[in-house]
């Protein structure tokens, strides 16, 4: 088998074959432009052709799918220690990203957890909302009163409520803690 540089339309290719549709328009790419965006690539310095083929490579190859439509056609092709070197820079500017990303995912949810905590031991502490709930329906649970209304206008000032219709509420919430 002889290997040879990838030219344009290898490059092109290969873009369309494997690249995500956000590539392909901020490359302005389309079957339709193919004939442009050769005339271009020819056109471009060096170090962008190597960028590019860098970049095209990556498509074809970073996940399964598109190795396997693309593998007959890479084997063919002759990868300079150029377009090697790009390509170790964009994976790691690639695996930079996606670190980055991870990182704040991992605070985001330590301080969903401390926010949490805060939330919840106001809640739990003595005379919260839970204390105040648990209190509401112990009295209702006597019997003393016949209806959740009367018991919640009755007791909701004595219980440290500020309206009869959040005692009301703290009856009648079946998915509420205890």
């Not at 995912?105 to 839970?130: C, L, T, Y």
């Not at 919640?152 to 079946?174: I, Q, V």
Request: proline share 4%.
């Amino acid at each position: 088998m002889t290997l040879s540089p990838p030219t344009a339309d290898d490059i092109a290719n290969l873009l369309l074959l494997c690249a995500p549709p956000e590539a392909l328009k901020e490359l302005d790419l389309t079957v339709e432009t193919k004939a442009e965006f050769i005339a271009g690539f020819d056109a471009m310095r060096v170090t962008l052709r190597e960028d590019i083929t860098a970049l095209t490579l990556y498509y074809a190859t970073y996940k399964l799918i598109p190795y396997r439509k693309s593998k007959e056609l890479i084997r063919t092709l002759y990868i300079s220690p150029e377009v090697i070197r790009s390509l170790v820079g964009l994976v790691d500017a690639e695996s930079f990203i996606e670190v980055e990303g991870l990182l704040t995912e991992i605070e985001k949810g330590r301080r969903s957890k401390i926010g949490s905590k805060a939330v919840n031991s106001r809640h739990d502490k003595p005379g919260g909302s839970r204390d105040k709930r648990r209190q509401i329906r112990e009295i209702w649970a006597t019997g003393k009163y016949s209806t959740k209304d009367i018991c919640a206008e009755e007791e909701y000032a004595g219980l440290g409520y500020k309206s009869f219709g959040a005692a009301r509420k703290a009856l009648s919430d079946p998915k509420a803690k205890a």
